[in-house]
């Protein structure tokens, strides 16, 4: 008898102790599980954040370059015009003298619009804005018209090379973050 209960209190020791053991490897394995899959999902979210920023900023490089050129356009244009507002290639052949806005007329349907700062569009758009009615009056051509073209034209100037400079500062670091990061 004392054979059989110590048998009987060993087959329940080890029942307590299996199932203890097997409750603790389930407990485990489920914690390891949800870590795994919790640092699995923020090394996504941060690769997610990183892509979107460097979209963003190809998209803000193209659109500030696009500014760029259009400024450099401009300058070229005035020039043509000061000397003779009158009478100039702008006068003659004004369809060969517009801006370019690939990029700004579609920058509305990209994604990655939302990844650049406000003031930064804003600046940008306000070049557009500014920009085309100083053009228009150039194709013009009406000499009497002259002072109010270089005045607007001035303002443009002005406002236009402060705002590349703080667009190109903000790109440098932009690009330099994403250096850090490895994404570029």
């Known amino acids: 008898m004392k054979e059989e209960q110590k048998a009987t209190s060993f087959w329940k020791a080890i029942d307590k102790e299996f199932w203890l053991g097997q409750f603790f490897m389930i407990v485990a394995t489920v914690l390891g599980v949800y870590l795994a899959a919790n640092s699995g999902f923020q090394k996504a979210l941060e690769f997610e954040n990183l892509q979107k920023s460097k979209e963003a900023y190809?998209?803000?490089?193209?659109?500030?370059?696009?500014?760029?050129?259009?400024?450099?356009?401009?300058?070229?244009?005035?020039?043509?015009?000061?000397?003779?507002?009158?009478?100039?290639?702008?006068n003659y052949s004004p369809d060969a003298h517009s801006i370019d806005d690939l990029i700004f007329s579609t920058i509305?349907?990209?994604?990655?619009?939302?990844?650049?700062?406000?003031?930064?569009?804003k600046d940008i758009s306000s070049f557009y804005r500014f920009a085309q009615p100083v053009l228009a009056d150039m194709k013009k051509g009406n000499p009497f018209d002259f002072n109010f073209v270089k005045k607007d034209y001035d303002a443009l100037f002005t406002v236009t090379t402060d705002t590349l400079k703080?667009?190109?500062?903000s790109l440098d670091a932009q690009k330099k973050k994403l250096e850090r990061e490895g994404v570029i």
């Open 58 to 90: 190809l998209l803000e490089r193209a659109l500030v370059d696009e500014v760029a050129q259009n400024f450099e356009y401009m300058q070229e244009w005035f020039v043509l015009y000061e000397k003779d507002p009158g009478r100039n290639e702008l």
């Open 108 to 121: 509305a349907e990209n994604d990655a619009t939302t990844g650049i700062a406000y003031d930064e569009l």
């Open 166 to 169: 703080r667009l190109y500062a």
